[in-house]
């Protein structure tokens, strides 16, 4: 099982770009979550859907990022126009859809540095 | 407030010692509990699960809830090099997926 895979693993971008990250989940999998970690604020959850529909976005900072599934396998979180404190590890995360939160698996996270 | 407080640590231990890892919690509608396991540079990994109050043992692994003082904990016995990494604690209310993490403590187990 290929796990959920995220790319790109590291991005080095300038202020002011648009930045795309990118996630494939578990075959079979209906839930999709976007988390944020860094050091000061910890992990922190962006937005997460269930069967491609957003079920809470609250944790999305502001209307610089955006993130949309197209297809049930597949995600993507757009940040435009980057900010240096947007630097952070991003993870992507998929779970079956449990009420209880115990099955969800992690992506090993994209690491954007916005100078 | 956090709804979830952790000591980030760093702790460090030497090889065979018991560890024990904690959080508290402000909601008392928070009925799942988590720890997960993350290395450096990678993913968290679920590591243990409990619901409500009491004890889970996997092996070395110990998870415990006090819903009335809003506590758990993780007991580590006879650590190991290979356990070095961060402990992120983890809750949910009953009928979510969204979980709230601590910010993790970083642990080193010393050969």
């Known amino acids: 099982d290929a796990g959920v895979i995220q790319s790109p693993r590291h991005e080095v971008t300038e202020m002011g770009q648009e930045v795309t990250l990118r996630c494939k989940l578990i075959?079979?999998?209906?839930?999709l979550f976007w988390y944020r970690q860094t050091m000061m604020r910890g992990l922190e959850l962006l937005i997460y859907?269930?069967?491609?529909?957003?079920?809470?976005d609250s944790g999305m900072p502001e209307d610089r990022f955006s993130a949309k599934m197209p297809n049930a396998s597949f995600s993507t979180l757009k940040i435009q126009p980057s900010e240096p404190r947007d630097s952070a590890v991003y993870f992507c995360?998929?779970?079956?859809?449990?009420?209880?939160?115990?099955?969800?698996?992690f992506g090993e996270g994209s690491w954007l540095t916005v100078v | 407030q956090k709804e979830v407080e952790q000591d980030p640590g760093p702790l460090s231990v030497p090889e065979g010692a018991i560890v024990s890892l904690n959080c508290t919690y402000s909601n008392s509608a928070f009925q799942y509990f988590m720890w997960y396991r993350q290395y450096s540079r990678k993913g968290p990994e679920l590591l243990m699960y409990?619901?409500?109050?009491g004890n889970k043992e996997d092996g070395r692994f110990t998870a415990q809830v006090d819903k009335s003082s809003k506590y758990i904990s993780l007991f580590i016995r006879d650590s190991q090099p290979s356990d070095s990494a961060t402990y992120l604690c983890?809750?949910?209310?009953?009928?979510?997926?969204?979980?709230?993490f601590g910010k993790g403590t970083k642990l080193t187990v010393n050969p």
């Open positions: 859907f269930n069967n491609n529909v957003p079920i809470d």
């Open positions: 995360a998929s779970s079956l859809g449990g009420a209880r939160g115990n099955t969800i698996y």
């Open positions: 983890a809750v949910t209310q009953g009928g979510s997926e969204k979980l709230v």
């Open positions: 075959s079979g999998h209906n839930s």
């Open positions: 409990t619901y409500s109050s």
